[in-house]
């Protein structure tokens, strides 16, 4: 599951998905607009198992 927070003046995703049945949460920030998050976060998570 993605979601996205603005953050003061930048935007951050969040990713949380299950590996090996442990919970794995990925975090990235600092993007200028949501349009940005959202394109990095969909690149991210078609290359996490």
């Known amino acids: 599951m993605v979601r996205y927070f603005k953050r003061g003046k930048t935007w951050q995703y969040s990713i949380s998905r299950m590996v090996n049945g442990k919970s794995d949460l ?6 200028t607009t949501k349009k940005e998050a959202q394109a990095v976060a969909a690149e991210n998570k078609s290359q996490t198992p």
Do not use: L, T
């Open 26 to 31: 990925i975090r990235k920030g600092g993007f």
